[in-house]
């Protein structure tokens, strides 16, 4: 399979933006949200290519990506410790940096480490001054002023997906890709010995998140379809199911004040009070832009703000429910990268994607992308109806006279003619000397 994650671009003329002649510029997705986190006076939104910085007060906006000096560009979490001002970021191959005051500082060690298969950074929690990152193989006690390890915690013999974790009535409770389990808080932790599995009757044990509400423990079992994650609330060491928190795919569980429940799932944000009956709902950022919101948090001054991080709009404040502000980052909208081709002082992209000698789908649908210094241009089935069938576009030609106009070919759908944004044409063997391939499809076209 042809990939390339994000690219660079080395500027080697000024334009109307203030680059450094001779320097880089990263061009990565800050748009695909997967966290979102405050201080007072920042908000730090996380999205697979890197972070974006607003400024509460003067909603100035800058980004981190690894042009600027982070670890990687594939984020998995972030986390901002208020104890010391540091922010915290995960990475899917094991890799920490540590942001603090417009420096970073990371660390390697996870990443070098023995550990055999993923060591993905998946959540990261404080827990009484303690820094604890939840990854793919267990528990690490990580101290993020001296930046370094300070203990592992493996909860089998085997290594075992850690998604949160939280220490409730002098027990750690973790929940896991493979059950919810416990360990009192003064047991050698270490020892896999010391934790056993909690007993909750689900058909599918993987559980993803932990919230706590009214001195009651809470954990969301995520059995991996829609409509299908329950709540249970742990009572005097049994868990019960909460009616009210059943039936959706929760993206992110938020208490605040120990008086408001806020919820995030695939379609929109619920706001409960302490019995769970529902204040409000919101489902859409305006009458004409719905939502995907992976995390969201309240502002922790104003009570009106609700900031979001969304799975295709990124980073997103909503105030009273129909006040919406995009901060939308002039990046390309996705990672898959097959083809680049420089014309007009424009530099097109296309997205799709072939995996193997002859060429197979891999069925990629994030189109095409064109910058022209300033801003990037996106066309691709979201942005058009006409391209709702269409998959893999690998190659472009440039019509040498129209910067505007060019042809885009695709991996078994012809040839697709875009003109000022605009599909007004897709050839195939109805209307054009293109001829299918045989004996593959008689309605397939291979062209790259």
């Not at 078994?412 to 003109?419: M, Q, Y």
């Amino acid at each position: 399979m042809r990939f390339l994650v994000g690219f660079l671009l080395l500027v080697v003329s000024a334009n109307a933006q203030d680059y450094r002649i001779n320097s880089w510029k990263s061009h990565l997705p800050l748009n695909q949200g997967l966290g979102v986190v405050q201080s007072e006076n920042i908000v730090f939104h996380a999205s697979k290519g890197g972070l974006i910085l607003l400024d509460k007060n003067s909603e100035e906006k800058s980004v981190l990506t690894k042009a600027e000096g982070l670890l990687d560009t594939d984020l998995s979490c972030v986390f901002y410790n208020s104890l010391n001002d540091n922010l915290i970021i995960g990475y899917e191959s094991g890799g920490i940096d540590i942001y603090n005051n417009g420096g970073i500082t990371s660390y390697l060690g996870i990443i070098n480490s023995s550990v055999l298969g993923s060591k993905r950074i998946n959540r990261i929690r404080e827990i009484n001054g303690t820094i604890y990152l939840c990854t793919a193989f267990g528990i690490v006690v990580f101290d993020d002023n001296k930046v370094e390890v300070k203990d592992t915690y493996y909860l089998k013999e085997n290594n075992l997906a850690i998604n949160d974790i939280r220490l409730y009535n002098s027990m750690f409770y973790a929940a896991t890709e493979n059950g919810v389990y416990t360990a009192g808080k003064d047991l050698i932790l270490s020892n896999y010995m010391n934790w056993a599995k909690e007993d909750l009757a689900v058909s599918v044990e993987n559980f993803s998140e932990f919230f706590s509400l009214n001195e009651a423990l809470y954990v969301n079992n995520n059995a991996g379809n829609y409509y299908a994650d329950s709540v249970y609330k742990n009572v005097n060491g049994e868990w019960l199911l909460v009616p009210e928190l059943t039936g959706s795919r929760f993206k992110s569980f938020y208490v605040k004040s120990d008086e408001q429940l806020y919820v995030s799932n695939d379609f929109g944000i619920s706001i409960y009070d302490t019995l769970f009956n529902k204040i409000k709902y919101i489902y859409e950022y305006t009458p004409e832009v719905g939502m995907k919101p992976i995390q969201i948090i309240p502002d922790i001054e104003r009570e009106d703000v609700i900031w979001c991080s969304d799975k295709t709009l990124g980073l997103v404040k909503n105030r009273n429910t129909w006040y919406t502000t995009f901060y939308d980052y002039q990046n390309p909208k996705t990672k898959n990268v097959f083809k680049l081709q420089a014309a007009h002082n424009n530099m097109y992209m296309t997205s799709g994607g072939a995996s193997g000698s002859l060429w197979q789908n891999v069925w990629l649908q994030d189109g095409v992308s064109y910058y022209d210094g300033l801003d990037w241009k996106v066309i691709n089935k979201a942005t058009t109806s006409d391209l709702d069938s269409i998959f893999d576009m690998v190659d472009i030609a440039v019509d040498p006279s129209n910067e505007n106009h060019f042809f885009v070919s695709t991996l078994g759908d012809g040839v697709v003619e875009i003109l000022n944004g605009q599909v007004v044409n897709i050839h195939a063997d109805q209307n054009s000397t293109l001829q299918p391939v045989y004996p593959i499809s008689p309605a397939w076209y291979w062209i790259g």
